[in-house]
């Protein structure tokens, strides 16, 4: 039973679904957003294919993210600025929160033991998000 492809976004690099399997993030070069496989009924409320472009900067390139599994709401990402946590509820605007200055590489959730790991020319360091 094959269904018809529908076009959600166009120049898409990374994409990601929670853990909960309700939404899936999607980045491109320069926003991160959301896409809503499910009714989400807590806020920010978004019916089922519901869009939301959470945050975009044409000062810097997003490099790579990952949800914050803990939540579900929060998505960790790489940019050439440094590594930030966003949250996916943007009433009021965007809330960003800066985890560090550096870029990696690239970056990896690991929910067992609820940190962030970053690789970097240097080698692999780890953050814990609480």
Same mark, same amino acid.
């Given at each position: 039973? /094959? ?16 853990? !909960? ?28 294919? !519901? ?40 009433? !009021?605007?965007?809330?960003? /929160? ?33």
């Amino acid at each position: 039973n /094959a269904e018809e492809f529908k076009l959600i976004e166009t120049g898409v690099k990374n994409i990601a679904m929670d853990s !909960g399997e309700e939404k899936l993030f999607f980045m491109k070069q320069n926003a991160v957003g959301v896409f809503y496989l499910k009714d989400n009924n807590y806020q920010p409320f978004q019916k089922r294919e !519901g869009t939301q472009i959470l945050f975009q900067s044409s000062d810097t390139a997003f490099l790579n993210a990952v949800w914050y599994q803990e939540d579900n709401a929060h998505i960790i990402l790489n940019t050439a600025s440094g590594v930030f946590l966003l949250d996916i509820d943007t009433r !009021g605007g965007p809330r960003i /929160a800066e985890l560090d200055l550096q870029s990696a590489k690239t970056i990896f959730w690991n929910q067992q033991e609820k940190k962030l790991y970053l690789i970097r020319d240097t080698g692999i360091e780890t953050l814990a998000i609480e």
